[in-house]
């Protein structure tokens, strides 16, 4: 099957597939991203939280998590801060940022579907946070004003986003002067093979829509952003390719010697300039 031909297309696959994954963890069931192989050891989705994060939350919150890093922590959040997340999901982002900018503090969770956000909302409820709200839209079309937030976190949702030079700008419009972006992506280092770029249960998996490095952090600029930068957190390697493509219908033998080493996770760190436009 091949990827969706236009913007809307990918949206609506994207709503659909995340939707199922939030009834799913809300049965009790634990998801892969993308909804794919849940029973089985995942190399982006698996070991990103330790048990003393995660110990107070409810467990649908991890189950719903299809993250592939832990922005939270990286990010360095303080108390009295404002905090988006771009795509929250089951909210476990979320509700990790509340614990550490405090009751002074405040978070956004921003999502397009409406099965994670009643996850969400309901994890929110049963882990008792008050500094926390859910919003419902796209982020490519961020719901709040401008300058009006401290920090934007996302863990492996940019690259689902068939505009990402949009979601770049909203980031910086919404941000506040100093404000800093933190985001856990996927990307590539190097050419990818186009039957993977094309696949489309690749694509839910959170891998044929990652940016190559460079291009990363050629939008981050283009958008307004400085003190870029890009620090690995995970590496791919052949061994984990195997699940990487699972159920893509590829030659998974040939596809592990074209991936080695070419996807990986990674923290993605920004700054909106002091004094600057609120766009370039």
């Known amino acids: 099957m091949n990827r969706p031909t236009s913007e809307k297309a990918i949206k609506e696959l994207v709503k659909t597939e995340y939707g199922q994954a939030a009834l799913q963890a809300k049965s009790g069931g634990s998801s892969c991203c993308g909804g794919k192989t849940p029973d089985k050891f995942d190399p982006i989705t698996s070991n990103l939280y330790q048990p003393s994060e995660t110990g107070s939350l409810p467990a649908e919150a991890m189950l719903a998590s299809l993250g592939c890093g832990n922005p939270t922590a990286l990010a360095q959040l303080h108390p009295g801060e404002t905090v988006l997340d771009l795509g929250s999901g089951g909210g476990i982002d979320v509700l990790l940022s509340a614990k550490r900018v405090g009751p002074s503090g405040k978070v956004y969770g921003l999502d397009m579907t409406d099965e994670m956000l009643a996850l969400a909302r ?159």
């Open 122 to 280: 309901d994890n929110q409820r049963k882990a008792g946070v008050d500094n926390v709200e859910f919003l419902k839209g796209e982020i490519e079309q961020i719901p709040l004003p401008n300058d009006s937030v401290d920090v934007i976190i996302s863990n492996c949702v940019v690259n689902l986003s068939p505009d990402k030079d949009r979601v770049f700008a909203e980031a910086f419009r919404v941000l506040k002067p100093g404000g800093r972006l933190a985001i856990s992506d996927v990307v590539v280092r190097g050419p990818v093979p186009a039957e993977i770029r094309l696949n489309i249960e690749l694509w839910m998996g959170c891998v044929a829509g990652a940016l190559e490095e460079s291009e990363y952090l050629d939008k981050l600029a283009k958008a307004g952003f400085a003190d870029i930068g890009l620090e690995p957190t995970r590496i791919y390697r052949t061994e984990d390719a195997g699940e990487l493509l699972t159920g893509a219908g590829l030659d998974i033998e040939a596809m592990a010697r074209q991936v080695d080493g070419k996807f990986l996770s990674a923290f993605v760190h920004a700054r909106k300039p002091l004094g600057g436009p609120t766009a370039p």
